[in-house]
């Protein structure tokens, strides 16, 4: 495909370190693709759940809305792509939804990402124009810190719901445990990134939460009471082997 390479994880990594920190990396988890970008204005919220940026939970500045398709019932939420344009590079990491409704752009199979601001843009392209084509790679987000997890409101041992959040691979399960027995069972994931425990037994605290990546890695944690809107960071971050780097990623600019 026009536009994809291969590189070195090295160059990938200089070639946006001033976009990110320079202790912050990362790798590449799928293939190169065209997309398109548009921008508006993210204030917090989201159809991911994860807040204002600088938040506990949303500390990564660059952010952006993922086409419906893409999105995916919010699958996408948390992942990060490396975006290259003729004017550069930036990785972003998905937290909103662009709708199909009434967006015809958002409404295909072709990537498009509705980047948060205009400053964002101007990254790539230049943003009078509006709309704009670039190469995208899916990436592991270039986070620092720990995973965590964000208990929904008004939760009872009846109905329990959490946000994971500070990922830097895709999560593919969340499930729940007793501390008191070996059975695990999946929570399921809603539309809107929160992943929901309703079978109806009432949960016994303390009670453990076991959180699955793409790449079939498990982080473990415990919970030890039933607070709403409370944090809980976890003690890891998933891994991203050597073993699992795509060899064909975009270039940093459009060829």
């Not at 695990?184 to 605290?205: D, E, F, K, S």
Request: charged share 15%.
């Amino acid at each position: 495909m026009a536009g994809c390479t291969n590189v070195l994880l090295s160059l990938l990594v200089v070639l946006i370190s001033h976009h990110v920190k320079a202790q912050d990396s990362f790798v590449p988890t799928a293939g190169c693709l065209p997309a398109t970008i548009t921008f508006y204005g993210y204030n917090g919220g989201g159809a991911c759940e994860f807040g204002t940026v600088n938040s506990s939970t949303l500390e990564y500045p660059f952010t952006t809305a993922l086409s419906q398709y893409d999105f995916n019932n919010s699958m996408a939420c948390g992942e990060c792509y490396l975006l290259g344009g003729p004017r550069g590079t930036v990785v972003v990491m998905v937290v909103d939804l662009c709708p199909s409704g009434g967006n015809s752009i958002c409404s295909t199979e072709k990537y498009h990402f509705d980047l948060a601001d205009e400053e964002i843009f101007a990254m790539l392209d230049d943003p009078s124009k509006g709309v704009s084509s670039v190469n995208s790679t899916r990436v592991s987000c270039p986070l620092t810190g720990n995973v965590g997890v964000l208990t929904d409101s008004g939760i009872s041992p009846y109905w329990f719901g959490l946000v994971v959040y500070n990922h830097i691979v895709s999560i593919t399960s969340v499930d729940i445990q007793p501390t008191t027995e070996s059975e695990w069972t999946q929570m399921i994931r809603q539309p809107y990134n929160y992943w929901l425990y309703t079978n109806g037994v009432a949960i016994q605290t303390p009670f453990n939460i076991r959180i699955t990546s793409e790449f079939g890695d498990q982080i473990t944690t415990s919970i030890s009471d039933l607070t709403s809107d409370k944090l809980w960071p976890t003690n890891y971050q998933f891994p991203v082997p050597s073993s699992r780097l795509y060899p064909d990623v975009c270039t940093p600019e459009l060829a």
